[in-house]
């Protein structure tokens, strides 16, 4: 019986010694034990879905565009963090960040801009460094090689000129760095002030992010740097920064490699790329309001056109109405207004001779300077339908000889003068030819008396005043 007990604590001794401790592990665990934990490559394609678009690439296979400003640039909306024995890691806020900023690598693309090409290697951060003793500035590393990014290895050189962005040392720590963030291609001379300082390191098949150092930083800031530990996470969401906690977590797993025909559930050519992330969007905006320019044109290439009435041959259309033909130097009169103002003693007489500015009567507002004194004489209305015969004057509404000694008879020679100055009142012969057409109204309100006799009380008597009574 004791025999049979001491096999049996034999074996259980030897059961304990050949089993392995069973340790929990926390929910969220170190880098180097989150690299132990697995991911498929899948988890870019459906989790960064809702936050950009997939673009099938003929270099790359696809690459993921963000939805953003057509200014943006990555690695400029957010801060950087120093992790112990990791060195600067990129913290943003961006949907996308988890993924974007610590896995694969970016290109800018000349046709739909910004674009990452998926990895499955973590890095705080894939970036390269330039420094000077008032600027530091960085660059998203480009592919090493054609299709997905499966290379943890950094053998490109520097990254053009135009990729970079710079800030001030002194603004290095800000949490917000769209603040003083300096694009490289607004302001060049920056960028040759800087000097090159190399890329990530990679040691061990761990990428290191030191190449700025922290000494340097906190003497050019004047503030301590707080060296974080970073605990990693399989859940994007779970992922947070808090440096004051002394904590961070991170999305730091191994990704497994793409399979083959791994791929987007969704992918659409580059030339659709561009709509669905919104960029001609924003020349769509001045197109439609060169519409409406279009529209406001249209109403004033009509406005000519709305008066309807077409006149007869030998009529014009003044005001909407049509007149005679021989209306045309009351167009022309305006410019023979200016000898007339010049001479306003001789304008009052020309209220005599309402025969050019007769036709002319709807038109009246705007040839009231040529005409002058017919507009401005309240009884003009009524007089401007008697025309007088040549040589007779128009005197309480009746048709009298001219005395030769009356100021009328040398005045009419000076209403001609501004016609001999200007040949525009070349065409006022036409009203006087027209005139004789409407003499006939005149006729019938007061007969004209025979040559040398003038009408006086209705009655045609010698011109000389003294013969008035014979008759």
Known sequence: MKKTNLLASLAIAALLVGAPAIIQLPLTTSIAQAQEARVSFSVFFEDLRPHGTWVKHSKYKYVFCPKVDAKWRPYTNGRWLFIKDRGWYFDSREPFAWAVYHYGRWVDDDRIGWCWVPGNHWAPAWVSWRRSNDHIGWAPLPPENDGFQININVTVGE?????????????????????????????????????????????????????????????????????????????????????????IQVFAPTVDEPKEEEAPPEAVEPEQAAEQLGQPAEGEPPAEEAAPAEGEAAPAD?????????????????????????????????????????????????????????????????????????????????????????????????????????APAAEAPAAEEPAAQQPAEEAAPADEQAAPAEEAAPTDQAPPCPEGQQLVNGKCVPIEGEAAPAQ
């Not at 490289?184 to 990679?202: H, L």
């Not at 004489?377 to 015969?389: F, G, I, L, Q």
């Not at 040549?390 to 009356?406: A, F, M, N, R």
Request: hydrophobic share 40%.
């Open 159 to 247: 990254p053009p000129e135009d990729d970079w962005v710079f800030v001030p040392v002194r603004s290095f720590l800000e949490p917000d760095l769209r603040v003083t963030v300096i694009i490289a291609d607004r302001d060049p001379e920056i960028f040759r002030r800087t000097e090159f300082v190399g890329p990530v390191i990679i040691q061990n098949n761990v990428v290191i992010n030191n190449v700025i150092d922290i000494d340097f930083i906190q003497q050019q800031t004047n503030q301590q740097v707080t060296v974080v530990e970073a605990q990693s996470t399989t859940d994007p969401a779970a992922v947070t920064a808090d440096p004051a906690a002394g904590t």
């Open 302 to 406: 009509a406005a000519p056109a709305t008066p309807a009435t077409e006149c007869p041959e030998g009529q014009q259309l003044v005001d909407g109405k049509c007149v005679p033909a021989g209306e045309e130097p009351a167009a022309d009169k305006p410019a023979a207004e200016q000898p007339a103002a010049e001479q306003p003693a001789a304008e009052q007489p020309a209220t005599e001779q309402p025969a050019a500015g007769q036709p002319a009567q709807p038109a009246e507002p705007e040839a009231a300077p040529a005409d002058q004194a017919p507009a401005a004489e309240p009884a003009a209305p009524a007089e401007e339908s008697v025309t007088c015969p040549e040589g007779q004057q128009l005197v309480e509404g009746k048709c009298v000889p001219i005395e030769g000694e009356q």
